[in-house]
């Protein structure tokens, strides 16, 4: 596990807002996982979770007393992402603005590099 004090990643407030009530309703000692998995229909998918604890690889970061971890395949993937979360009449949910991304599929859930 490695603390990184300069993240390439960053949550806004709402998105660190939203993710500690998620993970303190049902694990006050978690963190949020974020990571890129392969699929979806431009070639990576975004996924978050919540994780009990890190992996010894894990880059552990600290956003705003919200502890987040991220494997390092991601880490790269995502360096300069903001992770926002919106509310809308329409819908409701985390975004992903990804500097990386060279195609982003419609609904803004997959990407390729």
Known sequence: MKLTQSPAITLTPAAIDFARTAICSGHPLAGLRV???????????????IDEESDDADIVLELD?????????????????????????????????????????????????
């Open 35 to 49: 990571a890129v998995v392969g699929g979806g229909c431009s070639g990576f998918n975004y996924a978050l979770d």
């Open 65 to 113: 007393g919200l502890v987040v971890y991220v494997d390092q395949h991601s880490y790269s993937l995502l360096s300069g992402t903001v992770i926002d979360y919106t509310t809308s009449f329409e819908k409701s949910g985390f975004s992903f603005r990804n500097p990386n991304a060279k195609k982003t599929c419609g609904c803004g859930s997959s990407f390729s590099v």
